[in-house]
């Protein structure tokens, strides 16, 4: 799937559920939080598949140093992400890394299972 038509679902995925928690928070001023841990979530899943894209048709050591590298710094800005949404932001830290988790969880299962339907359709090269 190419990058423009995965952003496009999951930017759906996230207005779909989006406005559930707005339903179910006990105040408004978790919202924030929570819209700033699925902002996280997206980039994130998005940098995840732009990353296996770009190195799917270069030699194996390409890839996992892409995946694997990608995965490292992710992380790394993830982190960094958080501690300005705590500390610089102001931002509520449990409904942040609730929301943060929850779409983490949620859109790693939709990559892996559009990549597994990827794989199957594609023969191997290596």
């Given at each position: 799937m190419s990058l423009q038509r995965y952003s496009i679902l999951v930017a759906l995925v996230a207005a779909a559920t989006l406005p559930v928690a707005a339903l179910v928070l006990p105040s408004g001023t978790q919202l924030p939080?929570?819209?700033f841990g699925a902002l996280l979530a997206?980039?994130?899943?998005?940098?995840?598949h732009a990353l296996v894209l770009w190195s799917e048709r270069r030699s194996t050591?390409?890839?996992l140093g892409a995946v694997l590298g990608g995965m490292a710094g992710?992380?790394?800005l993830?982190?960094?992400a958080v501690v300005v949404g705590v500390l610089?932001?102001?931002l509520p830290r449990l409904p942040l890394v609730a929301s943060?988790?929850?779409y983490f969880v949620l859109f790693l299962v939709l990559e892996l299972t559009l990549?597994?339907?990827h794989a199957g359709r594609v023969p191997a090269t290596r």
């Open positions: 939080a929570i819209a997206m980039l994130n899943t998005l940098a995840a050591k390409v890839f992710r992380m790394a993830m982190l960094a610089g932001l102001g943060l988790l929850g990549q597994h339907r």
